[in-house]
């Protein structure tokens, strides 16, 4: 008979799920009418799944979304917000992630592009990708700051963004660059084509980014290497952060 210390041991050995549905098959009776190899399976399966649940639990804690939680599956489909939810559902198998290409968001403010881009970054985790969501004007600031420091942290965070399998860059472009940060930009994004996947979301479009980046030949640089050939996605509509204030308000009163 199996003890406690026996189902202690499997999670010393870092197997808790199986133990938990070991232990839950020894005390229920519906499990009786399995075989050993069902029983075998049933196990297996368990603790692959768990590890699984915990390793993309890992993946979306370390991608830094403001909002973990997103998920496709949660994303509303307006009829004013002109938003196909068979396009984000094919995004979300994250084909363009495994061919490394470029997908841009653009919405006025409040029109939910952060929600849809951390949620498409979620069904990366969700397919074991590496993620990591941050703003332009963020990594500005650390690549600014780290210069200043000239200590030879400048370099870290240059590498994390180009070796990322899917980057996320949140409010491109809402305020303009200058040129040292331009080339900091311009050498992120030319590592990552071709080779790592990434995600814009951006107030603006294309041609006013251009206009907000110092020096015309980087900024030439820099719109070649994201705006030619990424999938846009334009979303329309009203204003979400009211929509869910009003939806909130409506609930409260009907309470």
Request: hydrophobic share 35%; glycine share 4%; aromatic share 8%.
């Amino acid at each position: 008979m199996l003890t406690d210390e026996d189902f202690h041991r499997l999670t010393e050995f870092r197997c808790g799920a199986m133990g938990r549905r070991l232990r839950e098959m020894v005390e229920n009776p519906a499990f009786d009418s399995m075989t050993f190899e069902e029983k075998t399976r049933d196990l297996i399966d368990t603790e692959v799944a768990s590890r699984q649940e915990n390793k993309i639990a890992k993946l979306v804690k370390r991608a830094g979304s403001e909002i973990p939680d997103a998920c496709v599956e949660d994303i509303l489909y307006l009829k004013d917000r002109r938003l196909s939810k068979d396009r984000i559902s094919r995004l979300a198998e994250c084909t363009w992630v495994e061919e490394c290409g470029t997908v841009v968001i653009i919405s006025r403010t409040s029109g939910g592009k952060t929600y849809i881009a951390q949620a498409l970054g979620t069904a990366a985790c969700r397919k074991l990708y590496d993620v990591t969501y941050t703003r332009l004007t963020d990594i500005c600031t650390e690549l600014n700051q780290a210069r200043a420091l000239n200590d030879g942290t400048y370099y870290e965070l240059p590498s994390k963004l180009k070796r990322v399998s899917l980057l996320i860059i949140d409010d491109f472009m809402t305020t303009p660059i200058k040129t040292v940060n331009a080339v900091d930009l311009f050498e992120i994004m030319e590592a990552r084509e071709n080779r790592r996947a990434t995600l814009i979301a951006s107030q603006l479009e294309p041609n006013e980014w251009y206009l907000r980046i110092e020096g015309e030949l980087m900024a030439d640089s820099i719109l070649s290497r994201i705006a030619t050939g990424a999938t846009y996605i334009d979303i329309e509509g009203p204003n979400m952060r009211e929509y869910f204030a009003r939806q909130k308000a409506e609930s409260s009163q009907r309470g």
